[in-house]
C-alpha cells in the first residue's frame, strides 16, 4: 500500500494539521490600528492538543534532541509556554513526515542536505 495512512488523507501538509491541532500562532491585526503578539486558535481540536502536551512532555524528559532544543530555546530568553508550543509543533510535523513517508522513528537520523 503506498500513500500516507487513511486518517492523514484529510490534510495535504504538516501545516494543515498544526493548524487544525491549534499550534500555529496567528497574528491578529487591523490594518495600523490594533497590533497584538500571535497567538494560537481557539477554535483548535482539544483532544490533538492536549495529547500533543502528553507527549511534548514525554519527549522533553526522554529524547535528546527535544530536551537540547528546549533548553536552548529558553537561553535564548524565549517564553517557556511559546517553546513548548513550538515543540508541539515540531512534533506534528515529524509526526506527519513520518506517517507520510511510512516510516520509523530514528533517533540517530542525520539530514545530509549540501
Do not use: W
Amino acid at each position: 500500500m503506498s500513500g500516507p495512512p487513511q486518517r492523514f488523507k484529510k490534510f495535504d501538509n504538516a501545516k494543515q494539521l498544526a493548524c487544525h491541532a491549534g499550534v500555529v500562532p496567528f497574528e491578529n491585526s487591523s490594518g495600523t490600528s490594533l497590533q497584538s503578539k500571535p497567538r494560537v486558535s481557539k477554535k483548535a481540536h482539544k483532544g490533538i492538543k492536549a495529547t500533543l502536551s502528553n507527549c511534548v512532555m514525554s519527549a522533553m524528559r526522554y529524547n535528546t534532541h527535544f530536551k537540547a532544543f528546549y533548553e536552548r530555546k529558553l537561553k535564548e530568553g524565549k517564553n517557556k509556554y511559546a517553546v513548548f508550543n513550538a515543540m508541539k509543533n515540531k512534533l506534528v510535523r515529524l509526526i506527519f513526515s513520518l506517517a507520510k513517508n511510512r516510516q520509523k522513528y530514528n533517533e540517530n537520523y542525520t539530514c545530509s542536505l549540501v
